[in-house]
């Protein structure tokens, strides 16, 4: 079955750490660039980070450099996005995606409290 199951979102206080694990099935996982989103209430979908193939090389939305990094370990067919210094405005669902594909997971929740 061709999917994406997300996991790892709490609830954190600001300032805290969380790390996020995307994980593939069903289709050629080291083939492929992976994206992070995150969709906030009442906010459109924001492109979070990205990971190409090889995991050498990410591009990250500006609201979030220097505090997040996304890596990929591409035997586990997992793509990880380690948040720090989280602050209340990235309370989000934090969803995978895979461009390419046009597949999408369900989502974590990310909650953080001040």
């Known amino acids: 079955q061709v999917q994406l199951v997300e996991s790892g979102g709490d609830l954190v206080q600001v300032g805290g750490s969380l790390r996020l694990a995307c994980t593939a099935s069903?289709?050629?996982?080291?083939?492929?660039?992976i994206s992070w989103y995150r969709q906030a209430p009442e906010k459109e979908r924001e492109l979070v980070a990205r990971?190409?193939?090889?995991?050498?090389?990410?591009d990250y939305a500006d609201s979030v450099k220097g505090r997040f990094t996304i890596s990929r370990d591409n035997a586990m067919r997992t793509v990880y996005l380690q948040m720090n210094s989280l602050k209340s405005e990235d309370t989000a669902v934090y969803l995978c995606?895979?461009?390419?594909?046009?597949?999408w997971g369900r989502g974590t929740q990310v909650t953080v409290s001040s």
């Open positions: 069903g289709f050629t996982f080291n083939g492929y660039f």
């Open positions: 995606n895979v461009p390419r594909r046009n597949l």
């Open positions: 990971i190409n193939p090889s995991g050498v090389n990410a």
